[in-house]
């Protein structure tokens, strides 16, 4: 897949971006903080009101970076725009369904995976992109898609098997997407979403793996061995 527009053209939307909105980008900042300190509080209410702070950075980025300043080297940010917005409805119907389930980040293996994402998205990704000499306002702040679609799955982790898996597909799509213009375009810091990828699906696929071996030993166990 070649992409329709170049390195410089795709850094020079970021810094269109960021001089056009700010201080947007400070509110995002503070309504992701936000989501966090909710998801401390393992309550309905708090499950609201992290379901809703999603559907506000998930509309911003449909229709304020993909409609209103990727279009301008892409057409197909259009179509993600359609998609995010998406997205921004599914948070909204499961922050106005009368039985929210309650975040309730553990000590487990998925809310050890949400955390290291959430502080991916939020702490190590804007130091990678430091690190990688993007500065400044040519540089993905949060509230753009890589990094707040790495924060949305690490939320999403502490939801403890609670959050229907439908509400993942559009933010791992969008990682894998974030990918392969990653890869072409040479932005380190955008393979952070390789990784998120990896440690959504070993959160998936490591209770089923123990699940099966559990039930392989039994059965071996059960062998009368001669």
């Known amino acids: 897949?070649?992409?329709?527009?170049?390195?410089?053209?795709?850094?020079?939307?970021?810094?269109?971006?960021?001089?056009?909105?700010?201080?947007?980008?400070?509110?995002?900042?503070?309504?992701?903080?936000a989501a966090v300190v909710l998801n401390l509080r393992k309550s309905a209410a708090a499950a609201r009101g992290t379901y809703a702070v999603l559907a506000v950075l998930w509309l911003w980025m449909g229709v304020v970076y993909h409609a209103g300043f990727f279009a301008a080297?892409?057409?197909?940010?259009?179509?993600?725009?359609?998609?995010?917005?998406?997205?921004?409805?599914?948070?909204?119907?499961?922050?106005?369904?009368?039985?929210?389930?309650?975040?309730?980040?553990?000590?487990?293996?998925?809310?050890?995976?949400?955390?290291?994402?959430?502080?991916?998205?939020?702490?190590?990704?804007?130091l990678l992109s430091i690190a990688a000499g993007h500065q400044y306002p040519a540089q993905p702040t949060f509230g753009l898609p890589c990094p707040t679609t790495i924060f949305t799955l690490g939320i999403l982790l502490w939801g403890h098997g609670t959050v229907p898996r439908v509400v993942f597909v559009i933010p791992v799509l969008w990682a894998v997407v974030?990918?392969?213009?990653?890869?072409?375009?040479?932005?380190?810091?955008?393979?952070?979403?390789?990784?998120?990828?990896?440690?959504?699906?070993?959160?998936?696929?490591?209770?089923?793996?123990?699940?099966?071996t559990a039930t392989l030993r039994s059965r071996l166990g059960s062998v009368r061995w001669s």
């Open 73 to 126: 080297i892409n057409p197909m940010a259009l179509v993600f725009a359609v998609f995010f917005v998406v997205q921004a409805a599914l948070f909204v119907v499961l922050a106005v369904r009368p039985r929210a389930a309650a975040f309730a980040p553990q000590r487990d293996l998925e809310g050890w995976a949400g955390g290291a994402l959430v502080a991916l998205g939020l702490l190590i990704y804007p």
């Open 178 to 212: 974030g990918t392969v213009a990653a890869i072409q375009l040479g932005v380190i810091e955008d393979l952070s979403l390789t990784l998120s990828l990896a440690v959504v699906a070993l959160v998936w696929i490591a209770p089923t793996a123990a699940f099966h």
């Open 1 to 33: 897949m070649t992409l329709p527009f170049s390195r410089t053209e795709f850094f020079s939307v970021f810094t269109g971006y960021n001089e056009s909105v700010w201080p947007a980008q400070a509110v995002l900042y503070a309504l992701a903080i």
